[in-house]
């Protein structure tokens, strides 16, 4: 069994709402466990890399709970790209 590890320090959100960040962590959570759970990325052969930052851009959030969550889905994605196989 592999075993993959992500950490993540810091996320930088400009106007965000503090009280959707746990629908924006559940979102990331949900996300990058398909990703990183998915035969097709092709991450289980991804050599261990460490990436001090990865700058996203602008990423556009609808109000709310299920805005936060998308949001967090998005960040995951961009992860997902962020590692190379």
Not at 18 to 40: F, M, Q, T
């Amino acid at each position: 069994m592999s075993r993959i590890e992500v950490k993540i320090d810091h996320v930088v959100l400009r106007g965000f709402d503090p009280a959707d960040r746990h629908s924006l962590v559940n979102g990331l959570k949900n996300e990058l466990s398909r990703i990183l759970s998915d035969p097709a990325t092709g991450i289980k052969s991804a050599r261990s890399q460490r990436t001090p930052v990865l700058r996203v851009g602008r990423m556009s959030m609808d109000p709310g709970l299920t805005g936060a969550r998308n949001l967090g889905g998005g960040i995951a994605k961009a992860i997902g790209k962020g590692i190379k196989p």
